[in-house]
């Protein structure tokens, strides 16, 4: 099974990852403020070009990724959005990172609604699952507004995250 792309909510086009994006992913992943909540931590030009590629070959391998997001109006690369594999489970774990030029626009909660149904649409799975850490109250409120709810505390590399989940309606 596959989530078939481009994906297109309103405002947005989420799309695979090509090479042009390295150096605007950069500029994100290399931002501290954007990164703070994200395990992996600030990212250089090399790191980046690394994460894209894995991000292609879990695209292959699994039918599901995190793609790039772009501003539909500019053509600009803002962030990433998509799923990973959470390991315990097995399950797709939603994740998002959005440059922080773009914040408060409302583009993480188009972009992980569109992902969200793209992924009920189209794989088996009757949960997705997303690890927030404890402090990030945007995130967490953005779960809250897609009806996650939270399963359980876990440790992410020495910090306290919220497990967060939504089921197949």
Known sequence: MTIPLPIEPDRLLIRTFEAADVDPMTAVYGDPQVMRHVCIGVLDREGTAALLEKYGRAQDE???ST???VEKASGTVVGD???GLYEPTGEPE???TLAAA???RGY???AVRACV???FAHLPYDRLVAKVE???ARSLRLAARLGMHPVETIDVDGRPHMLLAVERS
Request: hydrophobic share 60%; glycine share 20%.
């Open 117 to 119: 149904a793209a992924a």
């Open 94 to 96: 939603l994740g998002y």
């Open 62 to 64: 699994h039918g599901f």
């Open 134 to 136: 404890s402090g990030n």
């Open 81 to 83: 959005v998509g799923f």
């Open 108 to 110: 993480a909660l188009e």
């Open 67 to 69: 793609w790039a997001v």
């Open 102 to 104: 773009v914040w408060g």
